[in-house]
């Protein structure tokens, strides 16, 4: 495989908005997602920017940024839109999508989601972490996968993304980490569906894929980043990075 890794970003967030910029411990949050991208040390780091603001402060950092139409439906067509242009001929031949929210992000996940994809000949591949706080399975904002596991239980298929409290009855849930690998065909192939109907009605991008007969493959990991949605947030991941 021959990686490359794209990380979408825009000011107009609708919980947080500016939130590529804010500050986190005197770096832009886009830019800590961006050094953790680099140490995972996998392949080429570019930024998807919709806004020339973005696109600075990357630069400024000494990383690579590509500008994107702002009306852009989102993040993945985002990735894209940017791939299409620094890569026309296709030589990197996965791309992994990295959320501009996850500044604490550890670059070995980054590097766990590729795993699934060679031995899977899946499609996509993303990651999973089990629950282990009971209210996070009731939190809509917390998305759950349905995973077929593999004997190892390292490995498995997701069968379905959901904000509700899926499969009924009695075992474990799973935490979906919003990190994927995408095949360049099947990166191809999502931006060109049109939005699915359970995608539309769960408010979840993936089931577009799964939809439409796409592999989805999961590796499970023991831990879950801090995501950056909200000022609480914010807060949190300031004191994180505060700490000495």
Not at 73 to 87: F, K, P
């Amino acid at each position: 495989m021959n990686p490359l890794i794209v990380i979408p970003a825009r000011m107009a967030s609708t919980r947080l908005p500016g939130k590529p910029l804010a500050d986190i411990g005197g770096t832009p949050m886009i830019v800590r997602v961006w050094r953790q991208a680099m140490v995972a040390a996998i392949g080429p780091v570019v930024v998807a920017a919709a806004e020339r603001e973005i696109a600075a402060a990357v630069s400024a950092a000494g990383g690579r940024c590509v500008l994107t139409a702002p009306e852009l439906a989102s993040g993945t067509d985002r990735v894209h839109a940017a791939v299409s242009e620094i890569d026309p001929q296709g030589h990197h031949d996965v791309v992994v999508n990295l959320q501009g929210d996850l500044p604490s992000l550890d670059p070995a996940l980054i590097r766990a989601v590729l795993e699934p994809l060679a031995p899977t000949g899946a499609d996509i591949a993303t990651l999973a972490a089990e629950i282990e706080d009971e209210a996070e399975a009731d939190n809509p904002a917390v998305v759950k996968p349905v995973i077929v596991w593999d004997a190892t239980g390292l490995r498995g298929r997701a069968i379905y993304f959901s904000r509700a409290r899926v499969p009924y009855g009695e075992g474990p849930y799973y935490h979906h980490i919003g990190l994927y690998a995408f095949r360049r065909p099947a990166l191809s192939r999502f931006v060109a569906l049109p939005p699915s109907p359970l995608e539309q009605r769960e408010k979840l991008e993936q089931l577009r894929a799964l939809e439409a007969g796409m592999h989805i493959a999961i590796a499970r990991v023991d831990s879950v980043p801090l995501s950056v949605d909200t000022e609480a947030d914010l807060a949190k991941v300031r004191t994180h990075f505060s700490r000495p």
